[in-house]
């Protein structure tokens, strides 16, 4: 048993609250345990500089913590963004934009905007959930109110941390485990089980072939529970990525 409770192959408690910001085009306020990040979507009606003219829209995010997100104050990044930031907001445009069909949007930008309220650990695992929501969200009302003929989503995705803490394997770290962890592991899947993004990090220790295969396991088994939760709140608005 861990200090909260679970056990070794147990998610922290999810929560998904869509339509939590009134004015955003799609909003989602997903938590992780006592993680949460706020999750809004914005239309714009231009493409990026390199795909002006052909047809092709683009994808993009930002994440930012928030000053009181955790125990010290974290500073706003009004000058420069933080090279930490910059790594996360990349891998979360990068992710998505492996699930969509950028033509679908014509030469439209959909920009995600995640901003973590609460950290304890898993933020960019929970950015990822928590704007992958908000893309299903989007698409769907762009498609509704007849901007887009096709919705460009074509996977569903789950992001999923995994770490091997005191010798063993933990799903799902907390900021404390986190801590404690000899490698640790960010695993971004889709819903037929292939990769969109996968990162291991040894930390005090390397990562075995046997450590990957444990950590690949339990990160499945995750990423799949997390599906399968986006996919319940996405259907109670007539959103099935199955047709």
Not at 58 to 71: D, G, I
Not at 149 to 170: H, I, M, T
Not at 191 to 211: A, F, H, R
Request: net charge neutral; with cysteine; hydrophobic share 35%.
């Amino acid at each position: 048993m861990r200090d909260d409770g679970r056990t070794s192959d147990t998610l922290r408690k999810v929560e998904i609250i869509p339509g939590f910001v009134s004015n955003a085009f799609a909003s989602v306020l997903y938590s992780q345990g006592k993680t949460k990040v706020l999750c809004c979507a914005s239309f714009l009606k231009n493409t990026a500089p390199h795909l002006r003219d052909t047809g092709t829209g683009w994808l993009t995010a930002e994440y930012a913590l928030l000053p009181a997100s955790a125990s010290s104050r974290c500073p706003r990044e009004r000058m420069k963004v933080s090279g930490r930031s910059q790594e996360i907001q990349r891998l979360i445009g990068r992710c998505l934009r492996t699930i969509v069909n950028l033509k679908y949007f014509g030469e439209n930008t959909l920009f995600i905007d995640c901003d973590v309220i609460e950290a304890d650990g898993g933020t960019r695992c929970a950015s990822l959930n928590g704007a992958y929501l908000a893309l299903r969200l989007a698409c769907h009302r762009l498609k509704k109110s007849g901007i887009l003929g096709f919705d460009p989503v074509r996977e569903e995705l789950g992001a999923v941390s995994v770490g091997k803490v005191e010798g063993k394997y933990l799903l799902d770290l907390s900021y404390s485990e986190d801590n404690l962890a000899g490698v640790d592991a960010n695993f971004i899947l889709t819903g037929g089980g292939d990769i969109s993004e996968i990162q291991v990090t040894g930390e005090e220790e390397t990562c075995s072939w046997e450590d990957f295969g444990k950590m690949s396991e339990l990160a499945k088994k995750g990423a799949k529970e997390i599906i399968d939760l986006s996919r319940k709140t996405l259907n109670q608005f007539g959103i099935d990525i199955s047709k």
